[in-house]
T-cell receptor
Framework: DQQVKQNSPSLSVQEGRISILNCDYT??????FLWYKKYPAEGPTFLIS?????DKNEDGRFTVFLNKSAKHLSLHIVPSQPGDSAVYFC??????????????FGQGTTLQVKP | DSGVTQTPKHLITATGQRVTLRCSPR?????VYWYQQSLDQGLQFLIH???????AKGNILERFSAQQFPDLHSELNLSSLELGDSALYFC?????????????FGQGTRLTVV
């Protein structure tokens, strides 16, 4: 049972345009959501997060939107840069089911930003 | 540099063998998490330790076990290895599982079972 899904395995955008990465989830108990970026041969690096009580969080070029009624999360990168090319993972936490910060990850979306 | 150290970076071993992966969390972090990533899949949660005690278990095989020591470093033991255990194993640490802060990941150990 995949609780967090990233339905687009890959995305290609032109430099300077907007990249939109999507994520859907099924567990309404998730209380915290995160996006991680991963380069080959490296560990995931935290990008941005959002609490379930908010609907938007912005950090520089990165904005995360949360639509709880639709159980949908999206990451907007604008403007996109070639250095943003990486695999992006959406992750969710259900802290109150066991007092754990374990994260449930989506399968990842490979973003390619073309110069 | 995330501050989380994993050793070794690469490990090649034969089927049936046992290996130990080591993780040193960021200074001050009490939680250690282990994740497995197989063949371009997402990261699968294995186990969570908080201040020396097991806090949560995921789909961790019985052949796998972990512990967290008093100095807070953690080890993941994989035994009776099978070809399908070949994967990237990541350790992550965080200060407090309930606080809305991110977990920091190590660079991972790439395990190849031949």
């Amino acid at each position: 049972d995949q609780q967090v899904k990233q339905n687009s395995p890959s995305l290609s955008v032109q430099e300077g345009r907007i990249s939109i990465l999507n994520c859907d989830y099924t567990n309404s108990m998730f209380d915290y959501f995160l996006w991680y970026k991963k380069y080959p041969a490296e560990g995931p690096t935290f990008l941005i997060s959002i609490s379930s009580i908010k609907d938007k969080n912005e950090d520089g070029r990165f904005t995360v939107f949360l639509n709880k009624s639709a159980k949908h999360l999206s990451l907007h990168i604008v403007p996109s840069q070639p250095g943003d090319s990486a695999v992006y993972f959406c992750a969710a936490r259900d802290y109150y089911s066991g007092n754990t910060g374990k994260l449930i990850f989506g399968q990842g979306t490979t973003l390619q930003v073309k110069p | 540099d995330s501050g989380v150290t994993q050793t070794p970076k690469h490990l090649i071993t034969a089927t049936g063998q046992r290996v130990t992966l080591r993780c040193s969390p960021r200074s001050g972090d009490l939680s250690v998490y282990w994740y497995q990533q197989s063949l371009d899949q997402g990261l699968q949660f294995l186990i969570h330790y908080y201040n020396g005690e097991e806090r949560a278990k995921g789909n961790i095989l019985e052949r796998f076990s972990a512990q967290q020591f008093p100095d807070l470093h953690s080890e993941l033991n994989l035994s009776s290895l099978e070809l399908g255990d070949s994967a990237l194993y990541f350790c992550a640490s965080s200060v407090d599982p309930g606080r809305n802060t991110e977990a920091f990941f190590g660079q991972g150990t790439r395990l190849t079972v031949v």
